[in-house]
């Protein structure tokens, strides 16, 4: 694991495992020009939603944010549904 990633870890008593991968093989993993992961955290910091990968057509996934993941946000956050 690179010094860096060392540091902030023990700097902020980070206790899970960190998972550190060369620029070149975080290259090979981007599709479609970036990460495949959407990740909902609520304010104590406990994650509540996670989902791996995704369309790569925009008006499916407009369709999925606005089917999934817009209602646990606005849960999350106390909002009525829109």
């Not at 902020?12 to 620029?23: E, G, P, V």
């Not at 406990?46 to 499916?60: E, N, P, V």
Request: charged share 25%; net charge positive.
């Amino acid at each position: 694991m690179p010094v860096t990633v060392e540091r902030i870890k023990k700097e902020h008593q980070i206790q899970y495992l960190i998972a550190s991968l060369s620029k070149s093989e975080c290259e090979r993993l981007k599709l479609a020009g970036g990460y495949p992961v959407n990740i909902i955290v609520d304010k104590t910091g406990r994650i509540t939603a996670y989902q791996l990968a995704g369309s790569g057509d925009s008006s499916k996934a407009k369709l999925f944010y606005k089917a999934v993941w817009l209602p646990k946000i606005d849960s999350l956050l106390g909002i009525n549904a829109r």
